[in-house]
T-cell receptor, first 115, second 112 residues
Framework: DAGVIQSPRHEVTEMGQEVTLRCKPISGHNSLFWYRQTMMRGLELLIYFNNNVPIDDSGMPEDRFSAKMPNASFSTLKIQPSEPRDSAVYFC????FGTGNSPLHFGNGTRLTVT | QQQVKQSPQSLIVQKGGISIINCAYENTAFDYFPWYQQFPGKGPALLIAIRPDVSEKKEGRFTISFNKSAKQFSLHIMDSQPGDSATYFCAASKAAGNKLTFGGGTRVLVKP
């Protein structure tokens, strides 16, 4: 079990640039979550998918953020255009929805710095 | 609206001591309460979890106490070790595997 795999681990970009974060969930998991972690706001849920379908995107801060899950093994979180206040660690997590017993498994995150 | 409140924000404990972290929730629909442990540069990892049909759950040196009427739960780390130094998050959801609402986190430092 390779765990949840996120790439890149670090991303430094300039304000106004497009940023794409990638996530590969654990094989067999059918729920995928994107969280953002900052000192000020802690861990915030941005969006989550069940069976590749977005269920709740109410945490997405604004239209500059978008997320897709084209298949069960891949998801992206895109920020366009990026702003300095988007600087944070972005985590992807996966679980098995519907069993009532599966915890969330987190990746090691992508640290995004927007200058 | 902060649905899960966690305290303290940080604590320092001597090796062998007891670390206690408290959380309170507001949404009575929550029925799954996990604790996550996070080391620097890593994602949070599940430590221990409880459901409201039990008042206490113990796994090794880690114990969750749950008070449904008060809508509070706590993590006790017995015989704290330097390797326990990490940030601990309480969380709540309507079911395991569902979206988690996290507390603000507690940074624990265990001094040797």
């Amino acid at each position: 079990d390779a765990g949840v795999i996120q790439s890149p681990r670090h991303e430094v970009t300039e304000m106004g640039q497009e940023v794409t974060l990638r996530c590969k969930p654990i094989s067999g998991h059918n729920s995928l979550f994107w969280y953002r972690q900052t000192m000020m706001r802690g861990l915030e849920l941005l969006i989550y998918f069940n069976n590749n379908v977005p269920i709740d995107d109410s945490g997405m801060p604004e239209d500059r953020f978008s997320a897709k899950m084209p298949n069960a093994s891949f998801s992206t979180l895109k920020i366009q255009p990026s702003e300095p206040r988007d600087s944070a660690v972005y985590f992807c997590a996966s679980s098995v929805f519907g069993t009532g017993n599966s915890p969330l498994h987190f990746g090691n995150g992508t640290r995004l710095t927007v200058t | 609206q902060q649905q899960v409140k966690q305290s303290p924000q940080s604590l320092i404990v001597q090796k062998g001591g007891i670390s206690i972290i408290n959380c309170a929730y507001e949404n009575t629909a929550f029925d799954y309460f996990p604790w996550y442990q996070q080391f620097p540069g890593k994602g949070p990892a599940l430590l221990i979890a409880i459901r409201p049909d039990v008042s206490e759950k113990k796994e090794g040196r880690f114990t969750i106490s749950f008070n449904k009427s008060a809508k509070q739960f706590s993590l006790h780390i017995m015989d704290s070790q330097p390797g326990d130094s990490a940030t601990y998050f309480c969380a709540a959801s309507k079911a395991a595997g569902n979206k988690l609402t996290f507390g603000g986190g507690t940074r624990v430092l265990v001094k040797p």
